[in-house]
């Protein structure tokens, strides 16, 4: 943890890319929702900077589309990465 690079040590004091490691695969990855963090950026609940990135999505959208009257992150109860996001629209009749 710390580096912010895409190479991983293997046990044997080898460097090799994430993405070509076998473990990529299943280590790290959830149980529930299957999403790693080690082959992609994901955004997770827990981390206050993803949480702005979340925001200021959700603002844009909003902004942009007028008739989407709210939209709901849904989170992976297990590990916390965003999954998506549910968004409702304007109910017509009621306006
Ligand atoms: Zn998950």
């Known amino acids: 943890m710390g580096f912010k690079d895409n190479i991983v040590k293997q046990k044997d ?52 589309h007028p008739k989407h009257e709210a939209i709901t992150p849904e989170w992976c109860e297990k590990c916390k990465v965003l999954k998506g996001y549910r968004i409702k629209l304007k109910d017509e009749k009621n306006n």
């Open 13 to 64: 004091g080898s460097y090799m890319l994430k993405s070509k490691t076998k473990k990529a695969k299943t280590k790290g990855a959830c149980t529930v929702c299957g999403e790693n963090n080690t082959i992609r950026d994901l955004l997770y609940q827990y981390n206050a900077m993803d949480m702005i990135l979340v925001r200021q999505y959700i603002e844009d959208h909003l902004t942009s």
